[in-house]
């Protein structure tokens, strides 16, 4: 059982720049989120799914896209990264909703956008 | 919305002190998370509390409801506990509202 795992685990972009972070479960979760973690700030969710085929938008959704083709996958894509963007990028998943379920978290992502 | 409050933001504690940290919210809950961040970032759950009292190991959650008052507790700390320990509670009263963090406080426990 990996868990939760996250590609890459470091990636610097330059201004302009698209990119896409790969989240996997294989826990048979049916939620999975984005997040990001900036210093003095806690984690913000950025998009989530509850189930394949489906996104909804979290608390800091603009300059990212995601997609959940297959159940086990989670995709943030940024198509014109911006300094702003600079962050640790966390992916979670959970079996239902995080008011019944605990999250289960990736490793992270370090992205730097110059 | 849900105002996340910790305290305290940094503690630093001698090998076998009894350690507390404190999460404060503002609007009614279902349910509350704690989190523990290691020095190495990797996030993991230690407790889901809606209610009463919960322990795990060296590891005591409460919440208070009527208080809107949650407190994370480490018996005999170690060296081991440093990370940052992070609480989540709703973002608004409503059923399915995402989550919203704390800051996080950073605990360093010295041997």
């Known amino acids: 059982n990996a868990g939760v795992t996250q590609t890459p685990k470091f990636r610097v972009l330059k201004t302009g720049q698209s990119m896409t972070l790969l989240c996997a479960q294989d826990m048979n979760h049916e939620y999975m989120y984005w997040y990001r973690q900036d210093p003095g700030m806690g984690l913000r969710l950025i998009h989530y799914s509850v189930g394949e085929g489906t996104t909804a938008k979290g608390e800091v959704p603009d300059g990212y896209n995601v997609s959940r083709l297959k159940k086990q996958n989670f995709l943030l894509g940024l198509e014109s990264a911006a300094p702003s963007q600079t962050s640790v990028y966390f992916c979670?998943?959970?079996?239902?909703?995080?008011?019944?379920?605990?999250?289960?978290f990736g490793p992270g992502t370090r992205l730097t956008v110059l | 919305k849900n105002e996340v409050e910790q305290s305290p933001q940094n503690l630093t504690a001698q090998e076998g002190e009894f350690i507390t940290i404190n999460c404060s919210y503002s609007?009614?809950?279902?349910?509350l998370h704690w989190l523990q961040q290691h020095p190495g970032g990797g996030i993991v759950s230690l407790f889901m509390?809606?209610?009463g009292k919960k322990k795990h190991g060296r590891l005591i959650a409460t919440i208070n409801i009527q208080e809107k008052h949650s407190s994370l507790h480490i018996t005999a700390s170690h060296p081991r506990d440093s990370a940052v320990y992070i609480c989540a509670a709703p973002a608004e009263e409503t059923s399915g509202s995402r989550l919203t963090f704390g800051e996080g406080t950073q605990l360093t426990v010295n041997p």
């Open positions: 609007v009614g809950i279902s349910a």
């Open positions: 509390l809606s209610s």
């Open positions: 979670a998943s959970s079996y239902l909703g995080w008011e019944v379920n605990e999250q289960f």
